[in-house]
């Protein structure tokens, strides 16, 4: 449910809730016990309602930001590319850590240390865009590109 039609149905609970308050409130004022007893599970129905509709409404907002995430997370993975045993986000020539991506789910800039040779500032893997992976302290990447250790 979208927090629009979220917002349309509290609009239109909030002014009929109202008016159950306004009428257990005459109730409350009537010498009749009877109607006085009746109408107080219904002012902790209201109580319970209203309730429900807020952490109904945080929940939706909190889902919809989780979307909203989600989608953004698979339209930036959908311009990655795998090429030469590193990873490149679309047209940009620096490379990005594949290692990092798949374990740590982050976008980690390699760093040239020589010619096609990268090194990667947070698992320490060495890359070589003419070869293999190198090596490296985390080789859990290793099953996934030819890994040779030093």
Do not use: W
């Amino acid at each position: 449910m979208d927090p629009t039609t979220i917002a349309a149905a509290t609009a239109a609970i909030k002014p009929t809730l109202d008016i159950i308050s306004g009428v257990i409130a005459i109730a409350e004022q009537s010498k009749d016990v009877t109607i006085k007893e009746k109408m107080l599970p219904l002012r902790e129905n209201i109580i319970t309602l209203r309730e429900c509709i807020s952490s109904l409404r945080e929940e939706n907002l909190s889902l919809h930001e989780e979307i909203k995430s989600l989608k953004k997370k698979l339209e930036n993975s959908s311009k990655l590319k795998f090429k030469n045993n590193v990873l490149y986000d679309g047209d940009d020539p620096n490379p990005y850590c594949p290692v990092c991506n798949s374990t740590i789910d982050k976008l980690v800039r390699l760093t040239n240390t020589s010619h096609k040779f990268y090194q990667c500032g947070k698992c320490k893997n060495t890359f070589s865009t003419n070869m293999s992976f190198i090596s490296g302290e985390d080789d859990s990447y290793g099953d996934r590109v030819a890994y040779r250790g030093h």
